[in-house]
């Protein structure tokens, strides 16, 4: 695909359970980042990663959140103990390249906890 | 601490009108700001960066350091300017978002 893809577009899921969300970034962009946007907010990031390593986490919220990219390509962000308060917009981007601050973002995944 | 701040939550103008839309932030180096947009049922995407000094769509945005603001504007609004623009500022490799302004374009 041309584009950042990401699945599922909505998940609902019971208070306590455990969520994953996946990106498929554009081909060739090493660059990838995760956002989360509750409504009426923008986007706050969350955590970045240059090839496979991520390059800054200081946005990830507690230890229930982790996000892994094993190969440089997709990556997952992993939500554990789901709470009512991780009810958002998750977003992913990537980049081809940190310098222009051009970052290209997919459709998000709609979480609700319930 | 490094932060962006944009006032207006909904701006409503008529097509044809003036549009301002305030961007304000708060960085100690030297900063790299954007204006990313939303249009309705489409994904954030960059509308332009102030390093460029281009003008997109008829917007423009000069970075006014003694101000510390990023303000968007465009002399004559169109119905499809509507949407959410996020104004967004470069700290290391990431983008720190303001919590967006909705602009509204009446016929």
């Known amino acids: 695909g041309a584009g950042v893809s990401q699945t599922p577009s909505n998940k609902v899921t019971e208070k306590g359970k455990y969520v994953e969300l996946r990106c498929d970034p554009i081909s060739g962009h090493t660059a990838l980042y995760w956002y989360r946007q509750s409504l009426g907010q923008g986007p706050e990031f969350l955590i970045y990663?240059?090839?496979?390593?991520?390059?800054?986490d200081s946005g990830l919220p507690n230890d229930r959140f982790f996000a892994v990219r094993p190969e440089g390509s997709v990556s997952t962000l992993k939500i554990q103990r789901t709470e009512r308060g991780d009810s958002a917009v998750y977003l992913c981007?990537?980049?081809?390249?940190?310098?222009?601050?051009?970052?290209?973002f997919g459709e998000g995944s709609r979480l609700t906890v319930l | 601490a490094q932060r962006v701040t944009q006032p207006e939550k909904l701006l409503s103008v008529f097509k044809g009108a003036p549009v301002e839309l305030k961007c304000n932030y708060s960085y100690s180096g030297s900063p790299e700001l954007f204006w990313y947009v939303q249009y309705s049922r489409q994904r954030l995407q960059l509308l332009l960066r102030?390093?460029s000094r281009e003008s997109i769509k008829g917007f423009t945005a000069d970075l006014n350091k003694g101000e510390t603001s990023f303000h968007l504007k465009k002399p004559f609004a169109q119905e499809e300017d509507s949407a959410m623009y996020y104004c967004a500022l470069r700290v290391t490799d990431k983008l720190i978002f303001g919590t967006g302004t909705r602009l509204q374009v009446f016929p």
């Open positions: 981007a990537s980049s081809l390249s940190t310098v222009t601050g051009e970052l290209f």
């Open positions: 102030h390093i």
């Open positions: 990663f240059q090839g496979t390593g991520a390059a800054d």
